[in-house]
């Protein structure tokens, strides 16, 4: 499979799983024409135009040609320095040749980047009954943080390596987070989990949560306690990392009473608590996994590909037959 062809079904997945729907999307993509189409001359040479087609800051092809046939991936959730030497390495036996480095969390210009993707969080809110106005103005405050934030990262830090080295390389981060995002709440609507103990016991008959249960890393309940009726649940897992900490009083009284999450803060798990929130954290590297393994059905229905799983990433694929 060509990179470029890999690139764009990882995005057309993305799209297809975005919680916000196609014609929200469509809008969003049109947007970004426009505002091409009113920039100076001498700024469009800086406009990134995969923007055209990808509503994901996060995802992109940080090095390599778009042209190079990939057979086999390293894939790992965070591909840093360390992972990248590993690929070399293995390199070095034609056996086991890699043609390209895929990270989950973004590096490079998608990390700086990371930002933009956060607006996802905003319509979410206001799709589980958070007023519009109230969840872009927090979110907006968490945006500028996280953007400041970014701004003295070194994130060109790994990608640098995998050029030096000759390895193209990849990172696809919210369209793996929409898929498991969807996934768990068509989930939790089939099964209807009544308690909380329930729906940890329903989370762990997923390959990627059982198998991270017995390396010491279970979906946990931290607020509430497992007797608890779940009520209404809200997945909490896509829109670039963690929202606005002033939300959780908006969400108990948009009528969510438990919130599924990869992780929270100390001082969000808090604010969630004083809304008498149930919270369960899923599991970072779990839920990160089953996003890609999740992905990467999609992608292989259009062709097989090798995977070596490194940094936290076990394939386990759910195509049959």
């Known amino acids: 499979m060509k990179l470029e062809a890999l690139y764009r079904k990882a995005v057309e997945t993305g799209i297809a799983n975005d919680m916000r729907g196609g014609e929200e999307i469509r809008r969003l993509l049109e947007e970004e024409k426009e505002r091409f189409d009113k920039l100076p001359e001498d700024e469009k040479d800086d406009f990134d135009r995969d923007r055209f087609f990808n509503p994901f800051a996060d995802t992109r092809i940080l090095n390599g040609s778009q042209d190079i046939e990939v057979k086999k991936a390293i894939v790992g959730i965070d591909m840093e320095v360390g992972e990248i030497l590993l690929a070399y390495v293995l390199n070095r036996d034609e056996g086991k040749k890699i043609n390209l480095v895929i990270g989950h969390h973004p590096e490079g210009y998608a990390l700086a980047r990371l930002h933009d993707v956060m607006r996802l969080q905003s319509d979410l809110l206001a799709a589980c009954g958070v007023p519009v106005s109230v969840a872009e103005q927090l979110m907006e405050k968490r945006i500028g943080e996280i953007e400041r934030r970014m701004l003295p990262v070194n994130h060109e830090r790994a990608v640098d390596a995998a050029r030096a080295l000759g390895l193209p390389m990849m990172c696809i981060h919210t369209p793996a987070d929409n898929c498991v995002t969807n996934f768990l709440t068509k989930l939790f609507q089939e099964k209807s989990p009544r308690t909380l103990g329930d729906l940890v016991k329903l989370l762990k008959e997923v390959p990627e949560y059982r198998n991270s249960s017995r390396r010491n890393a279970p979906p946990k ?5 497992e007797s608890n009726k779940c009520g209404r649940i809200f997945v909490d897992m896509t829109g670039g990392t963690e929202g606005s900490k002033d939300i959780f009083e908006r969400y108990a009284a948009a009528g969510v009473s438990t919130l599924v999450g990869m992780h929270f803060s100390e001082e969000a798990l808090e604010k969630a608590k004083k809304a008498s929130l149930n919270v369960i954290i899923a599991g970072h590297v779990s839920s ?34």
């Open 221 to 225: 309940v931290v607020s509430g306690s």
């Open 288 to 321: 990160d996994t089953l996003g890609l393994n999740l992905l990467f059905d999609e992608i292989e229905k259009e062709e097989p590909l090798e995977f070596v799983g490194v940094s936290g990433f076990e394939r386990i694929g759910r195509i049959s037959g």
